[in-house]
């Protein structure tokens, strides 16, 4: 809860990771709020001061889930929105602002993506959605401690260098600090 808001204000592709992480937790957890706190939040804690603060930020997030109907797959909406207002700056940066330094980060990445794309059978979704998913994986990877090869290490490592420009220019965008017409 309070990772989720600090990533939120600070970095926002964190954000979305985090909360696909929090997304699984609970579906891991099969939506059971008190198992959710005794097996995973309680023994985080040094004491039990913040617990109803936490029963109510997951009691939310299962509401949110149940009532959006993503019990087994997908992302919570707030999520999604997210996911779009980072699409549309990914393609002002692009076509609008004409930001070189991200032209040329994202053509390099390009390549990665679109195969990334193909492999986890991610057609329909657009390359930022991609982007996210594949730096999801590498995450699950590393927590399973599965070894990563040099080559997939290279590909994320474009990616996550996309995402980071994204994330940096989304914090300046949110607070008023970006000229898309000084790029």
Known sequence: MFIARQKQQENIAEYVLYMYQIEDLVRAYDFDLEAIIDGYVRPQLPDNSFIEQYKDWYREIISQMKSQRIEKLGHLHDLKDVLVEIS????TLLNQANDEKYRVLFETGTPYIEEFKERSN???????????HALYMKLLLRMKG???SAETEEAFDAMRIILAYLANSYRQMKSGDMNFLNN
């Open 146 to 148: 599965k070894e990563i």
């Open 122 to 132: 991610l057609k329909d979704k657009n390359q930022i959605e991609v982007l996210f």
């Open 88 to 91: 549309f700056l990914h393609n």
